[in-house]
């Protein structure tokens, strides 16, 4: 893709981000077609009067982009370390390690993969992030027990986003 191209690109994801403060809007998708092998999906969400912007080449894998992330749940016991204060900096935190979309279960209304006090092995699914329709499951990089799920079924993560604590 030619520099002209990417700027056009960027005024136009610029001018979608515009569009969606004027009709306050929540969420606007797009797709734009320039030939056979080449295109650029663009979704831009707006969360928290914040709004952020997820863009990516067609059929490339979507590179990590600014999205909000979901709101963190309590923790059931609080402790009194800087860890609990930022959970991305908290030694058993599991981060997200892709922009899109997280469930806590394989199926609308099936059990979650985990819950708090869960057990889980090393590499057992603990949820799944849905990027470019595909379905990511993403495993428990060790063994321990969930004390926290940061995350809410449904919303949208980004890169490096603490999605639970394992400990």
């Known amino acids: 893709m030619s520099k002209q191209t990417t700027d056009t690109d960027v005024a136009f994801i610029s001018a ?5 403060n004027r009709n306050d ?6 797709k734009r077609e320039y030939g ?17 912007v997820a863009a990516a080449p067609a059929p490339v894998a ?11 749940a309590p923790a059931p016991t609080p402790t ?3 860890a609990v204060d930022d959970p991305a900096q908290h030694p058993g935190a599991v981060t997200s390690p892709m ?7 394989a199926e609308p209304g099936a ?12 590499g057992q699914t603990v949820l799944i992030i849905e990027a470019m329709k595909t379905m990511n499951h993403i495993p428990a990089p ?7 799920i940061l995350v809410e079924d449904g919303h949208p993560v980004e890169y490096g986003a603490p999605l639970m604590i394992i400990e």
């Open 111 to 122: 059990a979650p993969f985990v819950t708090i006090g869960s057990q889980v092995a090393e």
């Open 25 to 30: 809007l929540t969420e606007l998708s797009v």
């Open 99 to 105: 922009v899109g979309t997280v469930y806590l279960a």
């Open 16 to 20: 979608l981000a515009e569009l969606l």
């Open 62 to 72: 979507q590179a990590p982009a600014p999205t909000a992330h979901a709101a963190s």
């Open 142 to 148: 060790r063994a321990g027990t969930v004390k926290r």
């Open 80 to 82: 009194p370390s800087a």
């Open 36 to 52: 056979e092998d080449d295109s650029l999906e663009v979704r831009v969400v707006k969360q928290a009067n914040v709004v952020t």
